[in-house]
């Protein structure tokens, strides 16, 4: 009984050690394989990157070039208004008037103060060529002036006035415009002696401008301040012939223009930008030329000038324009340094107290050109 019963347990241990054995390689597999499986954040590794995102869009130089034309146009406007009212002081029509009130050779110091009104309506044409980025613009403008003065000493004689005007600005070529209002006070005085006559002459003005810019996807539209403050220092000589005269002229001007800051509401990608400003000194040397006849005790005088125009000094400035975190700067633009000037009047005196009177105003540069014409009415009193 005890010999057969051995080798039934040794089998038994023999299939114990096997199975125990088959476990343990099954278990070490297991190991290997899940050592070799990569884990659930190595596979993410390969879940392709998001594109980056691209950069925000940078301004354009000629997003502002409204901005560019007001302030010349302000500017402008200055000197248009100055040198009327130099032109007023020195005109030699009036002046033969002034120093001969009475008419007939009455004598100067009989004649007590007197004093003038006048009114005017104007419209200006003017167009700046292409400078740089800037591509272009034309401007039209209509305005009004009244004005009271008065001779307060024989010789002396000093005036006030008020201009208001509206210039529309179109630069098609970058789908932009804009309107500027502007109102200007101006006081001139003169002083006669001799032949010789000195005026001087002052703006100040003051205003509104509104652009609106076409951004493909709708409009872009500002509003901002305009500012114009000028002097102007003119001499002429009187030289008489018979019922014609030659009135030789010198001049000095000096204007400043600011616009303010402004940000662009509505459209794609409004743009800001800071103000502007437009400094210039110039001299203007010339003469005026003209006749006058008299018939029905009335007076008809013709008369025509030229200047020459040397822009000595201008600061043409430049704006910041920005869109987002990208700026630019963009220069402003001016006039060219030569030039000229060119006009011409018609006077009608109806009595010694009215007057009727159209002007023609031209200014020329390399890349401006600006035509004005001018009805007034002057009454005195």
Known sequence: MSCSSRPSRTTETRLGRRLARAIGIAFALGLVIAAMSPPAQAQLAFVPAAPPLPPPP???????????????AVTNLGSNFLERLGNQATYGFG????????????????????????????GISAMTGAQGVYVGDHRQTWGGVAGIGARVAPGVNVGFSVDQ??????????????TVDLTQLGFNASVDKGPWTWAIALVHGFGNVNSNRDTGQ??????YNAQIDGGLAELSYYWNIDQSR???KAAFEYVRATTGSFQEVGGLDPVMASGATVERSRVLIGAEIGHYWIFDQKILDLSAYGKFVDNVAQNFGSILVSLG???????????????????????LSLSNTMRLYLNYDGKFRSALQSHQGTVGLEVKW
């Open 165 to 178: 005007s509206r210039t529309s600005i179109d630069v098609p070529l970058a789908l932009q415009s804009a």
């Open 325 to 347: 975190p990208q700026s630019i700067a963009v220069q402003g633009i001016g006039e060219s340094r030569l030039g000229a000037d060119a006009g011409a009047s018609a006077s």
């Open 58 to 72: 940078a301004p354009l130089p000629t997003d502002v070039s409204s901005e560019l034309s007001a302030a010349p």
């Open 218 to 223: 709708g409009f872009a539209t500002a509003g």
């Open 246 to 248: 030659i009135v030789p």
């Open 95 to 122: 002046r033969a008037l002034r120093n001969n009130p009475g008419g007939g050779g009455a004598s100067e110091a009989a004649e007590g103060p007197q004093f003038r009104a006048w009114g005017e309506g104007y």
